[in-house]
């Protein structure tokens, strides 16, 4: 199974981008790359998935490089209420076990 | 109605007394998890289900077991809860994609003292 690794932690200011990255640097071939979000006592939401080339939707962008090795996840123009931690996942194509890392907590400030 | 529900979202207990958190989900969906969550640990896989009859353990299944009743329900028990058991429980769900998109519940904060 591939391990990620990513930033304990990132600070950012309201209408500013984040970008996270997530180093995988084992990841096979056909697993697919998912991000969560999750506000405190709450359980995580999914905000995007990729396997490859760059995914875009109404919340965040999903950038993956060729290598697959690493990706990172953009915020565009964050508010107050983007303060979360934001968890990177790597879906295994062989298995459904899905383990996560200890996630990246992002704070955005006034 | 939530699509993933817990009970009970809250539990306060005794060192030594045998716990239950129910999840039951309404996605019809296969597989099912339970997570627990630290703070600054993240989440840590506890175990997960395919179906009725496939159970397997995940990072940290000791001290806990499952019961896989139906498609839709799938318990963890503490047989003997102990302080460091403390924790936010997840209870999750996916479906047959290999995509890695889980739903999950509200959580279930226990509290062992």
């Known amino acids: 199974l591939a391990k990620t690794t990513q930033p304990i932690s990132m600070d950012s200011y309201e209408g500013q981008e984040v970008n996270i990255t997530c180093s995988h640097n084992?990841?096979?071939?056909?697993?697919?790359i998912t991000w969560y979000q999750q506000f405190p006592s709450q359980g995580p939401r999914f905000i995007i998935q990729g396997y490859k080339t760059k995914v875009t939707n109404e919340v965040a962008s999903l950038f993956i490089p060729a290598d697959r090795k690493s990706s990172t996840l953009s915020l565009p123009r964050v508010s107050l209420s983007d303060t979360a931690v934001y968890y990177c996942?790597?879906?295994?194509?062989?298995?459904?076990?899905?383990?996560f890392g200890a996630g990246t907590t992002v704070t955005v400030r006034a | 109605d939530a699509d993933v529900t817990q009970t009970p979202r809250n539990r306060i207990t005794k060192t030594g007394k045998r716990i239950m958190l129910e999840c039951s989900q309404t996605k019809g969906h296969d597989r099912m998890y339970w997570y627990r969550q630290d703070p600054g640990l993240g989440l840590r896989l506890i175990y997960y289900?395919?179906?009725?009859?496939?159970?397997n353990k995940g990072e940290i299944s000791d001290g806990y077991s499952v019961s896989r009743q139906a498609q839709a329900k799938f318990s963890l028990s503490l047989e003997s809860a102990i302080p460091n058991q403390t924790a936010l429980y997840f209870c999750?769900?996916?479906?047959?994609?290999?995509?890695?998109?889980?739903?999950f519940g509200e959580g279930s904060r226990l509290t062992v003292l």
């Open positions: 996942l790597v879906a295994p194509s062989r298995d459904y076990k899905l383990s």
């Open positions: 999750a769900t996916s479906g047959t994609g290999r995509t890695g998109e889980l739903f």
């Open positions: 289900s395919f179906d009725v009859k496939d159970i």
């Open positions: 084992n990841i096979a071939t056909n697993d697919y």
